[in-house]
């Protein structure tokens, strides 16, 4: 199989959903997606534009035809593979802690996946932008979950009408 979009397919192998989810963002059947990855179709711009915006991917990312990789050199990509670092110590923290989302997280292998990267990054000195985007996104939706907020309202003086 000759893999034609090279970081689509990183991104779906990474990312903790699954291809038939950026297929059905794409707008598209999971068999004309893994066509179009295998380079024996093509994807229109409103398919790959449908993906990036929910994935939160640039969209010069998916349609790029090289591999794109985070560099130990670059100090921005130290400083995204740090922030990712101090979420995976965020969530093993609570998970030390009795957190139920991020004891699951530790179970689905987030935590392992996390540190994989970063031993990789720091030994090999790069690693895969995809690769990257994915364990964000696995450390995201867990992350945000044990955490509590209270959510925007009208203060008691800006309300109107009904009880005070």
């Not at 530790?106 to 690693?127: A, P, T, W, Y």
Request: charged share 25%.
């Amino acid at each position: 199989m000759k893999i034609r979009m090279l970081n689509l397919y990183a991104l779906i192998k990474y990312h903790p959903y699954h291809s038939s989810t950026f297929a059905r963002y794409a707008d598209v059947t999971s068999e004309l997606l893994w066509a179009a990855i295998c380079g024996e179709e093509e994807m229109t711009t409103t398919e790959m534009l449908g993906i990036a915006i929910h994935f939160k991917v640039p969209m010069g990312v998916i349609s790029c035809p090289r591999l794109i990789w985070l560099d130990k050199s670059s100090y921005r990509h130290r400083m995204m593979v740090y922030r990712l670092a101090e979420k995976l110590d965020a969530i093993r923290a609570a998970a030390m802690s009795g957190n139920e989302d991020a004891c699951y997280f530790v179970r689905q292998g987030g935590l392992e996946q996390g540190d994989s990267l970063i031993s990789d990054f720091q030994d090999k000195g790069k690693v895969l932008y995809c690769r990257y985007l994915g364990t964000l996104a696995f450390a995201d939706i867990f992350g945000g979950l044990g955490t509590t907020h209270k959510p925007r309202g009208l203060k008691a003086a800006e309300q109107k009408g009904g009880a005070v």
